[in-house]
Structure formats: structure tokens, C-alpha cells
């Protein structure tokens, strides 16, 4: 995955599509995601959406 957004028409094609690629090794990316979860959990409880 990493090699592909190396190669400018992958980038460019994903660019076309409102990505903004964030090539991350496994790890990292884990802690991308926990970070992520972590922070919206506190937004959606703040402002008491509910899901039905």
C-alpha cells in the first residue's frame, strides 16, 4: 500500500477524489485510529447525539 501512494497517478487520482493520503506504518496507524475514536466519542457525549 505504502509503494502505491508513491506512484504520482495514484496520488494524483486520489487527490481528484478529496483524499489527502497519510501513509503510516501498522503501528501508528492503530494509534491514528484509537486517537480518532477516542476524540469523537468526547464530541458526540459533549453534544449528546444519539444514534437510533
Given amino acids: ?30 494509534r491514528h485510529v484509537a486517537d480518532e475514536v477516542e476524540k469523537w466519542t468526547r464530541v458526540i457525549k459533549a453534544q449528546g447525539i444519539q444514534v437510533n
Fill in 1 to 30: 500500500m505504502l509503494d502505491a501512494l508513491g506512484d504520482p497517478a495514484v496520488k494524483e487520482r486520489l487527490a481528484q477524489l478529496g483524499f489527502d493520503p497519510m501513509p503510516l506504518a501498522s503501528d501508528a496507524f492503530a
